[in-house]
């Protein structure tokens, strides 16, 4: 159980008043309630989003038993050129609103835009979005990944993307790199460099 200041997040894309990918927002939220506090009553997320009608905006949902904030944030894209491979212990299985952790692992690798976490040889997932790897046929995608989310879940279902293990040591096998995440969707990389 986490103590009471645990807050855990959620963060939903809206674009000119539109809902993104909320069926696997509720799902990864219902079952972070259930992990933490057991049997809680049932919360629709849309019944407590009120999206702006214009713009492009970062909704982050912040919530222990219940829904403790909701706010809107207009959205601005992080750019990244660089990434670096670095192993972390981190444990990040749920989407907590803390990420100091994560802050902490980008901070000290100054070097480059972002980080590739590793975890026992294995890539995992950058402190903002899941990863995705081309082979020149398909798209993979680390079988575990830091934190499971909602895009990744969504195109694994769809079947375009595959889960396998995934090492530093052949990234010589794929082509191309993409970050996934609820803002920026599916976005491949390119001119990218990882260290």
Not at 5 to 19: A, F, K, M, S
Not at 45 to 71: K, N, S, V, W
Not at 142 to 165: C, F, I, S, V, W
């Amino acid at each position: 159980m986490p103590a009471d200041t645990t807050l855990l997040l959620e963060t939903i894309r809206i674009e000119n008043g539109e809902v993104f990918n909320l069926p696997y927002h509720q799902a990864r939220f219902d079952k972070s309630r259930h992990d933490f506090y057991g049997n809680t009553p049932d919360v629709d997320l849309a019944l407590h989003i009120q999206p702006p009608a214009q713009g492009l905006f970062r909704c982050r949902i912040l919530y222990a038993d219940t829904i403790r904030h909701i706010e809107y944030l207009p959205y601005v894209p992080k750019t990244i050129h660089s990434l670096k491979i670095v192993p972390s212990d981190i444990d990040y299985r749920y989407k907590y609103a803390d990420r100091s952790a994560l802050d902490a692992l980008l901070h000290a690798h100054t070097e480059a835009d972002e980080v590739i976490i590793e975890q026992n040889g294995l890539l995992c997932d950058t402190t903002i979005a899941n990863l995705a790897f081309f082979d020149g046929t398909r798209w993979v995608t680390p079988q575990r990944p830091l934190l499971e989310g909602t895009m990744r879940a969504m195109y694994l279902d769809k079947g375009l993307l595959h889960p396998e293990n995934i090492t530093k040591e052949n990234l010589k096998n794929y082509t191309h790199v993409a970050l996934m995440n609820a803002m920026i969707g599916f976005k491949i990389l390119n001119h990218m460099h990882i260290q």
